[in-house]
């Protein structure tokens, strides 16, 4: 274990005497070596971080199932492609009737390419025809096993399934990765203001912003149905979607029109919705 431990610090840069016989040594060694300032704080716990990944397991790390983006096989190319696009995400999952049947993962390259050269398969073709294997994990995996099985058959994307055999989530790489050198910020990470109104009809909101402080900047009362299970902006589109929202998603409640706007962050979960007072039918135009 200490052998596989050195190991991985070394290809981040970082190597140590092998003058231990145990994780407990070497964790003595490194706070010691920090304290001491013979090592940089930053090293320091990148090294706590992979001696941790021995202890932190796969479902710790992975999005939830109630985060995936899929896609079912029975979809055009171009259905595929469109949704890549609108998602940001360039492998997505397919599935054959739901989330826990997934057959594969659709690479956007593959169908980008196939679509390149054989123009008429955008339309005739489907994302189930040009598919790569899904590789398929326990959700009480360590991270640490899951990272060095991920760089030796060089995948980049588990599904990640539960002790019944469902679908639990989905972890990448870079969710492992992330667990050892921090959060990698993006260029879009800043904070967007909570409601930014732009005409007396039309505003932007955070999309992490409570159900009950949107209901009171918008003077609206929400239904019970709608309310439940639900804490955001964000989470109302997915729950009334029955999927994750991606930019361009659309819902209607309480007399607004929200639309999902662009995404953040490696996950690419959606930061603002814009929300447009909903245009009165002609029945209610006569009714007032």
Do not use: C
């Not at 009737?97 to 955008?122: F, M, Q, T």
């Not at 932007?204 to 804490?231: C, G, H, Q, Y």
């Amino acid at each position: 274990m200490i052998n596989k431990i050195l190991h991985q610090l070394k290809r981040y840069g970082i190597t140590l005497p092998t003058i231990f016989n145990s994780e407990a040594d070497l964790r003595k060694l490194v706070d010691q070596a920090g304290e001491r300032s013979i090592i940089a704080d930053s090293q320091r716990e990148m090294i706590q971080s992979v001696l941790d990944l021995g202890e932190t397991l796969v479902r710790e790390l992975m999005v939830p199932r109630t985060d995936i983006v899929w896609i079912e096989g029975n979809r055009t190319l171009r259905q595929g492609l469109s949704l890549a696009l609108r998602s940001g995400f360039t492998r997505i999952p397919v599935i054959a009737e739901n989330l826990d049947d997934v057959i594969g993962i659709a690479y956007v390259k593959d169908l980008a390419r196939r679509v390149h050269e054989h123009h008429e398969s955008e339309q005739s073709e489907t994302v189930a025809e040009h598919l790569r294997s899904a590789t398929f994990v326990p959700e009480n995996k360590t991270a640490a096993d899951l990272l060095k099985e991920m760089q030796r058959d060089q995948i980049h994307m588990a599904v990640v399934i539960d002790e019944y055999g469902g679908t639990a989530g989905l972890i990448t790489i870079e969710d492992i990765l992330e667990e050892i050198v921090g959060e990698i910020a993006d260029e879009y990470d800043d904070e967007a203001q909570e409601v930014e109104w732009i005409t007396t009809a039309q505003a932007r909101v955070s999309a992490r912003l409570n159900i009950d402080d949107f209901a009171d900047a918008f003077k609206i009362e929400l239904e019970d149905t709608a309310r439940e299970d639900v804490d955001s902006v964000g989470g109302l589109l997915a729950k009334a979607l029955g999927r994750v929202p991606i930019p361009g998603s659309e819902i209607t409640i309480a007399g607004w029109n929200l639309v999902a706007e662009r995404p953040v962050g490696r996950r690419h979960r959606i930061a603002t919705v814009l929300a447009t007072k909903a245009q009165p039918t002609l029945d209610e135009g006569s009714a007032k």
